[in-house]
């Protein structure tokens, strides 16, 4: 398996322009989690989907971001318009089932900046 | 709300010395607890957790964690460090909030550098 799938690994833009995230799960895992690290804030969930369904997007900082997840293997996250203070590293993960023994399986992350 | 803590920044320790890396935890019923390891510029891999059972977790790379119900901690162990150990670590918690649905908790991470 080839685990869970970022693109793209980096993204320099300016400021005022959309930025989109791209996710691809593990072949049949069905819960989905976004995630920004920096090292100010650390690491922060911004939203979770389990079978598609956004269940908590009480960590999106605000109206400019947005996630979704069109079918069960694939996720977007946009910013729009960005802004120098969203520049971090997003993760995205994956895991099997929704239960209390589901470990997260991690992308590489995409390092984004922000001018 | 749970939650777990981190006490510090940074540990650092000489090859082939034993290691500790602290977590300490707050919840409200049982606490499902894991540890991930974060090397540079990858993602964040599982290395063990604790559910319920022996209070000795094993988990990859000959890391184990000692879960101690008395003072609430999960720290992570290893008998004998090696500089390939030289990551960030977290410890995580798992929180259930509404329609059952659970989600894991971070601490803030703790540097981890092994000195050859």
């Known amino acids: 398996d080839a685990g869970v799938i970022q693109s793209p690994r980096h993204e320099v833009t300016e400021m005022g322009q959309e930025v989109t995230l791209r996710c691809k799960l593990i072949s049949g895992h069905n819960s989905l989690f976004w995630y920004r690290q920096t090292m100010m804030r650390g690491l922060e969930l911004l939203i979770y989907?389990?079978?598609?369904?956004?269940?908590?997007d009480s960590g999106m900082p605000e109206d400019r971001f947005s996630a979704k997840m069109p079918n069960a293997s694939f996720s977007t996250l946009k910013i729009q318009p960005s802004e120098p203070r969203d520049s971090a590293v997003y993760f995205c993960?994956?895991?099997?089932?929704?239960?209390?023994?589901?470990?997260?399986?991690f992308g590489p992350g995409t390092r984004l900046t922000v001018l | 709300a749970q939650s777990v803590a981190q006490p510090e920044d940074q540990v650092n320790v000489a090859e082939g010395n034993p290691l500790t890396v602290k977590c300490t935890y707050s919840?409200?019923?049982?606490?499902?607890l894991f540890w991930y390891v974060q090397y540079p510029n990858r993602g964040l891999q599982f290395l063990l957790k604790?559910?319920?059972?022996?209070?000795l977790v094993k988990g990859s790379y000959g890391f184990e964690a000692e879960f101690n119900k008395s003072q609430t901690s999960f720290h992570l162990k290893k008998p004998s460090a090696l500089v390939s150990d030289s990551a960030l670590y977290f410890c995580?918690?798992?929180?259930?909030?509404?329609?059952?649905?659970?989600?894991?908790?971070f601490g803030a991470g703790t540097r981890l550098a092994v000195h050859p």
């Open positions: 919840v409200s019923g049982n606490p499902y």
């Open positions: 993960a994956s895991s099997s089932r929704e239960g209390a023994y589901n470990e997260q399986f």
């Open positions: 989907f389990n079978n598609n369904v956004p269940i908590d």
């Open positions: 604790y559910i319920t059972g022996d209070n």
């Open positions: 995580a918690v798992r929180d259930i909030f509404r329609g059952g649905y659970n989600k894991l908790i």
